[in-house]
């Protein structure tokens, strides 16, 4: 297990965290699943994040079992069902973010505690899931969002597409390492890119290509997942209207422009794309703003309206919460392998900085009329 230290930041103590992890670890179930919280809802995304959280606190074997109930449950065609409830899936849907987080999770364990033969365990497992997920690409490089039964539900999300760059880049360090090639994912990465950084209203939840949608996660995603970087990233973060229209000075952030309910996980997720462009003061800043959100024990509360300081959803502490608050201290006090873990979800090539920033005439995802029903 880490010894986790904060090294006198400010920030909570190596033995709050350590409590945090406990708490985190109490939800995971005996065939690897990691609920939400002990309603019995799971969904891959947050299964695998909930994992990371383990892996930054050294809770090695739990972790590596999180991954393992990710292959006994992997559909044929290499996605998973959307939502499971005591181990019964209950929305069938299959998201194409879901699918490929795998492969940032796995990396990130493998960050965490450098482990070849587990890689090579689950490669046929990540191998199904991009796979699936770059043949959902569109022509306008963003990535479709979601499919059930075979019928797609093409368009694409700005913040969905941006997890999926992350994941792509961390597929194809998993390939590298493991001496595959994988030219088809490059190519889907470098095209995703493309589209993130410089065509961002092929998006369908991007109101102008200046503006991003009602959720923050639309306006940090792409810097967080390594799509913008450098000057570009640091810029996205710091420029109104969105830093303002999002970030409550000594609150937190909100998960939506248009309601004053400030949660942990976005803003632990905006702490960390803060870090990984270099903003780190102001990424410890804002972490120390969710100390409040913190139970007794351990667990954190999803989040908090304001001024009239409601907990919304009542009573909710959830894991992925708990494991992105640990994953926000360790970026920003640095006490494991891992802490540096999004820094590293870019991959420029030359062919990208020499790309022409044209847009697409029209958008790509106006080729379904509806989403798939749940």
Not at 48 to 58: E, I, K, S
Not at 332 to 360: C, I, K, M, N, Y
Request: proline letters at 6%; glycine letters at 8%.
């Amino acid at each position: 297990m880490n010894t986790i230290t904060t090294r006198g930041s400010g920030l909570l103590t190596g033995s709050a965290l350590e409590q945090t992890a406990q708490w985190l670890t109490s939800h995971q179930q005996p065939n690897g699943e990691i609920l939400w919280a002990r309603d019995g809802k799971s969904d891959p995304w947050d299964h695998v994040h909930a994992a990371m959280g383990l892996a930054v606190a050294g809770r090695l074997d739990p972790a590596r079992a999180a991954f393992r109930f990710m292959t006994s449950t992997q559909e044929e065609d290499g996605g998973w069902p959307c939502e499971r409830v005591w181990g019964a899936p209950t929305r069938v849907t299959r998201e194409t973010n879901h699918a490929a987080y795998i492969a940032t999770g796995l990396w990130h364990l493998h960050q965490a505690h450098p482990d070849v033969d587990f890689l090579a365990e689950m490669w046929p497992t990540v191998e199904r899931a991009i796979d699936w997920v770059v043949s959902l690409q569109l022509p306008s490089g963003a990535i479709a969002w979601a499919s059930k039964r075979g019928k797609v539900w093409r368009a694409p999300l700005i913040t969905g597409s941006s997890s999926i760059h992350g994941s792509l880049v961390c597929a194809l360090h998993i390939a590298e390492r493991l001496s595959m090639e994988r030219p088809t994912w490059r190519r889907a990465q470098q095209r995703l890119m493309r589209a993130l950084k410089y065509n961002p209203d092929v998006f369908a939840d991007t109101d102008l290509p200046e503006k991003p949608g009602r959720h923050a996660m639309d306006w940090y995603y792409p810097v967080l997942a390594g799509a913008l970087r450098d000057a570009d990233g640091r810029k996205r973060l710091l420029s109104a209207p969105d830093a303002k229209d999002f970030v409550g000075e000594g609150l937190g952030c909100a998960c939506v422009r248009d309601q004053p309910w400030y949660t942990v996980a976005e803003t632990c997720e905006l702490v960390l794309a803060l870090d990984s462009v270099g903003l780190t003061d102001r990424a410890r800043q804002v972490l120390s703003w969710t100390e409040s959100q913190r139970d007794a024990d351990g667990g954190y509360w999803t989040g908090t309206t304001h001024p009239d300081r409601v907990r919304f959803p009542e009573g909710e502490k959830t894991t992925w919460t708990a494991a992105t608050v640990l994953l926000a201290h360790d970026a920003v006090a640095g006490f494991s392998r891992t802490s540096r873990f999004f820094h590293q979800l870019s991959w420029l090539s030359l062919e990208d900085r020499q790309e022409p920033r044209e847009r697409p005439a029209a958008r790509h995802y106006g080729e379904a009329s509806s989403s798939p029903a749940e």
